[in-house]
Each structure stands twice: as C-alpha cells, then as structure tokens.
C-alpha cells in the first residue's frame, strides 16, 4: 500500500486549468429544446476586442448551462448540449479563398470533456488584432430537458513581443470516407498512412472515432523500424488529447511513414454503439463513425531538426538508451559540406 501513487484529486470547481486567462470570450446564448433533431451550423462571430496581434501559449474552452450539476439526467451526455464546435479566429471583411491562411487561425476542436491546450514555447498561435472568432461549425443536441448553453473561451497570452519560431505541420491523419463498419464484429480494424514531407515533431496525439470505436494507436516507420508512439483506450463518451512532454514528444525527420490504426467493437460488449446489428460508414452523427488523430505537429527546418535531436542526445547517458518515437537520435551529426574554393587534400 505504501508504494501506491497518492489519490488522484477530481477537481469540480471553476477554475481554469491554464490558471488565470488574459482573455474570456462568450458566444450567443443557445436554447435547446427537451428532444429534437441534432444541429449543425454557424452560431455567429464573438468580437475578440483586441487591438494589437497577440501569440496564444494556451486556451480552454468551456460550456456553460442551466443544467443542474447534481442530480440524474435522462439522456446519456446529459449535462452537456454542445457536442462540439470547430472554430477559427477571422479578421472581418479580409477573409477570402486566396488569403485565409493570413487572415485566420484555426484553434483546436471543443468536444465534451476535451482538456485544455497548452502550446510549445516555440510555436504558439497567432490571436489577430481586431479578430473575431468565427463558430462556423457547431453540432448542438437534446438532451431531454429544455437548456439555455453558451461557450466560454479562455486565453493566456504569451508576452508581448513574442514570436513563433516553428511552423504549424499540415499533417493529418484519418480517413473519413471509404470507412466500413462491420455489425456484431469485435477487434475491427481501420488504418490510414501518411508520409511525412517536412521534419516533424508531434505536439498532441488526441484519438477520435465514434460509438464503435474501443481503441486508437499511432506508429511511426522508419527503415526497418516500426516503433509504437502512443496507443489507448477510447470512450466515445468523453474525449481526451495526450499531450507530450517535450522531450519525448516524437521526432520525425522526413520520409517517416507515419500509421494510424483505429480498433472497434460492434458487439453487445460495446455499449456505445445503438444498434450492434447495424452497418456503418463515414458521418457526424454517433451512430456513423469517424477515423480521425485531431492532434498537432510543427515542421522544422533542417537546423532547428538537428538542434532538436542534438538536445536529445545530451540527455541520452549511452547508445543503449533508445529514445521511441525519435529514430535519428544516434545518427552521426550532419557535417558541414566543404565550400567549393576550398582547396582539398592539400598538405
């Protein structure tokens, strides 16, 4: 008993789990009936109200309702009415297909029980000056009582005068499209593979299928390496990203296949799923499914890749430490190519 980790501490207050916001934003008040229909849609522009551009090191996200916290609820999720809202930072008026990437930032996902992000000192994410941010794509249901629900959007800045020194990757992994839900059939598997076209280092790995899924895992494959970077249990009933300590976050460099497998379960031993005797493919709704990692990654230069993995290495006390998820950590250092007016094998 002595050797027991002490009790985990379930914290039900209020507070922010990023400490003190510089920045709370709310959305509309939403009202949503007893039963009916799920909604999907553009819940309208929160006004961010600042005046200068600012560099986000965290944000949570939060939703607020009249649902009394004690007590039984008739509906499974039932003290929640947002499943869940993507959401980007606009300036308006600038917005077009040519220049979105200039004139908005996209932040991480809002889902129910999603914790909070915390982004690397390196690579924080951009809040422009006269922003607002845009909650173009919500997915609101019923939850068998009348609520009145809003969002609520904490920011903590990083100081002013900061900026990123890594660049946001474009990895993504999943399919989304070509999925084949058997019914009544455990230990399904879906896999998708993506090879990496810039140096890559993983932030968060934040699993996401739907009822069917039990289980989500991610591999990295260089040469004739196959190394396991993360692999756990999923709930469709809460969702969580794991988010990597920086030194052991995975480093990839270019030409890494990376592979993501999802596990399902239609069977009775999965409650999730309403019916285990119905197929299913790609969709929004639970009852369809989804095969998607929603975490994040940087991209590196050449420099800054080496930089990286030379602090690894430091911290590595032999070559019988093997760092998973970094596979040039014992790579000799790249040397520096010789100018061509040099003179060569001159004694």
Known sequence: MSDLPAPLDFDDTD????GEPDLILKS?????PAAGPDWWGD???????????????????REVNDIPKAGPTKTVGGRYVFHHMTYSSIVPGERGADAADETSTSWPIHEVGRNADVFPPES?????????????AGHIHANGRETKAHLEFAFKFFPKGYKPQYKRSTLRLGNGIDIDVKPNLANQELHSYA?????????????????????????AIWGHNIQTLNCVGYDHNWVKQYVYDDDAAPLLPKGTIVHLIGFLDTTPANRNP???????GGGRRSIANMFID???????????????TAKRRQKMNSRNDYDIGCPLCWAPPPQKTQTSGTPQGKQ
């Open 43 to 61: 819940i309208g522009l929160v006004p961010t109200g600042l005046t200068e551009d600012r560099y986000v090191g965290a944000v949570a996200v």
């Open 15 to 18: 507070k922010w789990t990023i």
């Open 28 to 32: 509309k008040e939403v009202t949503v």
């Open 195 to 219: 090879v990496l076209q810039e140096h890559t280092k993983i932030i968060a790995f934040e699993p996401h299928l739907h009822a069917p899924g039990v289980r989500m895992c991610l591999e």
């Open 124 to 136: 924080g994410r951009l809040l422009q000056a006269n922003s607002s941010l845009s909650l173009a």
């Open 274 to 280: 309403a019916d285990p005797r119905n197929w299913a």
């Open 294 to 308: 929603l975490g994040y990654s940087v991209s590196l230069t050449e420099e800054q890749f080496s930089a990286e």
